[in-house]
């Protein structure tokens, strides 16, 4: 499995911006789909933002368009999501994942068998 660790995270006030970042390890970003989730305390992880290396398809949840942005530098092995606008609603644990797939993705985070460790993203009001 492809190891993963975020970075990025911090606290900042509501308007601001934070870029988060995913560093693979033992595999590539290729054929791989990259999802982004993130959980607030007594809240079920949910779906924010993913990528498909393969194809450089991007997805991202309602809650989050136009104000998140994931991209990915292959040749860094690594993912980042953009966060713009900052709402205290976004405050969470920020988790990247990432499941072998030529074309698909999955807003279920069951579905991905690699996780990193979660980066803390504070917004006050």
């Known amino acids: 499995q492809v190891h993963l660790v975020e970075s990025g995270g911090g606290l900042v006030q509501a308007g601001g911006s934070l870029r988060l970042s995913c560093a693979a390890s033992?595999?590539?970003?290729?054929?791989?789909?990259v999802g982004w989730f993130r959980q607030a305390p007594g809240k079920e992880r949910e779906f924010v933002a993913a990528?498909?290396?393969?194809?450089?398809?991007?997805y991202y949840a309602d809650s989050v368009k136009g104000r998140f942005t994931i991209s990915t530098d292959n040749a860094k092995n690594t993912v980042y999501l953009q966060m713009n606008s900052l709402k205290p609603e976004d405050t969470a644990i920020y988790y990247c994942a990432a499941e072998w797939s030529m074309f698909g993705y999955s807003t279920n985070p069951k579905w991905y068998h690699s996780w990193g460790q979660g980066t803390q993203v504070t917004v006050s009001s």
């Open positions: 033992g595999r590539t970003f290729s054929n791989y789909a």
């Open positions: 990528i498909i290396s393969s194809g450089g398809s991007l």
